[in-house]
């Protein structure tokens, strides 16, 4: 009986080292992709494959003119594929991704610092926008590459038959707000249009990413620049001010101001400005390829944000180029970023062919006019927001915790009406210290 | 152990007799799917738990930093509460809805075939879809399915996803409603071992429905039963996709569960280290309430 055992468990032993070495010989031979080739870039962008579409058609016209070929990777789960790459020290060598990215994939390492002056052409691009770029250490981490910032979606058939203009302050909006909820704009009979849409759900930060442009304009910050280092300041009288205008007025205001469910909502569920039963949306200029189809591109106009007491800035954001660290490709590299931020680069990924998604937005090359370029004059609405009246989230700090507990903190606030907004907003600013104390940023 | 090998005159077997490496080679290939997808990344995981995570600038060793964390971080704390309601509630509630569809669709006609495929079809439909589906028929206003049902009872519509004091209970309908036809299924096998002249017999004895149930039914199905408390006792805690396509743990983190905040915690702030420790901390926990149950169950079958 034990010699029988001892066979069995030898048997095991010898199965399981076969399906280590099986397996280990499985996962050798898949790293061999394109990597080796010394002219050719392995570029990630996070596309679907409608967008990716587009991205095809750029790195064709770049390949054409350079010789330099790409094996381009549209990933969906951008971050997730990200981290499995980084845990094989062999990155992407080009990535285009959000902004908001930037202080979280550099200080994990992932990032090349780059010389604006080594990028030809970077001139075009502006200051502002290359001050976007600037991390933590005061080294540029990315290339500018396309930039949008929200306005307002307005339903303008909405307007013309209740007689009221586009709203041009908070008050307007809310006048207009509650004129769309109960005065049956549509002429259907029935109360079954809601004044604004918003995206109030805590999940991915959606909450503070829409109410960001509110807190601006209401004069808050979420955390503000200290000498060399952050600190939070959703603490601050303006904030407190701000939080409580949105609750009292927005989420526990007169019933439909919002669409019904915005507490739990998403950006993916919060389409009521498409299904035609709401009037108002503060959102990027991505949706309007969506709305053009429904509600119908004569049914709405695109319309700067109303300003609040301190004026009328909104949230900009978009998509940098990176460099994936220690690639060892740096020359090939700067030539396919110089010509994404090159007029034709960009010209190329602003135009849709075939109905496919555009990748820039507003460009950054600032020889280009986006409503020239499309010949839709709303972009120009959409240009003149970025220029002159948005801010973007600090982009040296990696802002996903920050941004996350602020919209844990806010949804809070927003779902129980009776709450003390002052004593949340302390906790939370409590809160987002700890952040920048885990960043080694708390001053 | 087991009392397998009593083969009479136990030979001596070659090293690679032929009877000592069949069975493995039967078993390589789910060994193989199991090792690759199951055990060598719960390794992993249990490993990264002390380390704080940082792929390509590499792991620092932490040892028990991330689990103190975890378990100090007072949202995690908040979870506890929503997931021991939320995975009990849901475990009952499907025993209990499951074992009244068993004695409903049990038999052997055609129709009753055809209403247990549709009752079953919850079990195979993506989770993703089934929350999408019950978020339309929980809309806030008279247009969501259930509010319009409501509104014919005179009734006002409900933001049941919207308010946090319902939020979690609607949570758990929808659980509930997943997971009772699966509980059905194998409660209908343990049905139809009932000797059917126990039956005959109570109603010779002229005994009410009750007692029929709680002294013929309920026996005979006790291993039935047994399958389907293990099975809650593994699945309730750690439920995730119900929430996470329902409400994504809002409003105001009222249905927040241990492993949204997990997830949370490893994807949007890129804390790997802290939400393995957080999932390490709820296999132990698992693991434990699994060994409980089963105890007490073989107890049960051994008296």
Known sequence: ?443 | MTATVTAPGARRIRVFGKKAVLPWVFLAPGLLLALVFKFVPMAKGIWLSFFDVRPFLGDKWVGLDNYTRVLTDHRFQDAIGHTLLLGIGMSLGGIVVGFALALLLEGQARSLKIVRTAVFLPVVTATAVVGEMWRLLYYPTSDGLINQGLGFLGLGPTPFLDNPDTALWATMVMSVWMLAPYNMVIILAGLAGVDRTLYEAAAMDGVSLWQRLRHVTLPAIRPALGIVLTLAAIRGLRVFTEVYVLTGGGPAGSTEVWMTRAYTLGFTRNDIGGASAASVVLLCVTLLLTVTVNHFRKRGDAR
């Open chain 1, 1 to 443: 009986m034990g010699d029988r055992r001892r066979s069995r468990r030898l048997a095991a032993a010898l199965t399981a080292a076969g399906l280590t070495f099986g397996t280990a010989a499985c996962g050798s031979g898949s790293d061999s992709a394109g990597s080796g080739d010394p002219n050719t870039l392995e570029v990630w962008t996070r596309s679907n494959p409608d967008s990716a579409a587009t991205y095809d058609r750029v790195f064709a016209a770049f390949t054409k003119k350079t010789g330099i070929k790409i094996d381009y990777q549209p990933v969906i789960n951008f971050d997730q594929q990200l981290q499995s790459r980084a845990s094989t020290k062999d990155l992407p060598d080009v990535m285009i991704n959000d902004t908001a990215l930037m202080g979280s994939y550099q200080s994990q390492g992932l990032l090349k610092p780059i010389d604006p002056d080594s990028i030809a052409g970077h001139a075009q691009i502006t200051a502002k926008s290359w001050a976007s770029t600037v991390g933590i250490d005061g080294r540029h981490y990315g290339i500018p590459y396309s930039r949008q910032a929200q306005t307002l979606m307005i339903r303008k058939d909405w307007l013309h038959k209740l007689g009221l203009p586009a709203p041009r302050t908070w008050a307007d909006m809310l006048k207009v707000a509650t004129a769309f909820a109960t005065e049956d704009p549509d002429g259907n009979g029935k109360a079954d249009t809601y004044g604004m849409v918003a995206p109030g759900s805590a999940q991915n930060g959606y909450v503070a990413w829409w109410g960001s442009s509110f807190l601006w304009q209401g004069g808050a910050q979420i955390i503000e620049k200290d000498g060399d280092g952050y600190r939070p300041a959703m603490d601050s009288a303006a904030a407190l001010r701000t939080v409580t205008w949105m609750k009292d007025n927005l989420f526990c205001g007169r019933k439909n101001v919002l669409q019904p469910g915005a507490i739990t909502a998403v950006t993916s569920t919060a389409t009521n400005f498409q299904d035609g039963n709401a009037g108002m949306y503060l959102t990027g200029p991505y949706n309007i390829t969506t709305f053009d189809a429904t509600p119908g591109k004569d049914k709405y106009e695109v319309v700067p944000a109303p300003a609040g007491p301190a004026g009328s800035d909104v949230l900009a954001d978009g998509e940098n180029v990176y460099f994936g660290a220690r690639t060892g490709k740096t020359e090939q590299e700067q030539a396919l970023a110089a010509f994404l931020v090159s007029a034709e680069g960009q010209k190329i990924a602003m135009t849709s062919v075939d109905g496919h998604q555009p990748v820039v937005r507003i460009p950054t090359n600032a020889t280009l006019d986006a409503a020239k370029v499309r010949d839709d004059a709303r972009w120009s609405v959409v240009q003149k927001a970025y220029e002159d009246t948005s801010r973007q989230f600090p982009n040296a700090p990696d802002f996903a915790p920050i941004k996350q507990d602020t919209a844990d903190s806010l949804n809070a606030i927003f779902t129980y009406c009776g709450s003390d907004v002052s004593s949340s907003l302390k906790e939370l600013n409590d809160t987002l210290a700890g952040d920048l104390k885990d960043q080694d940023l708390l001053k």
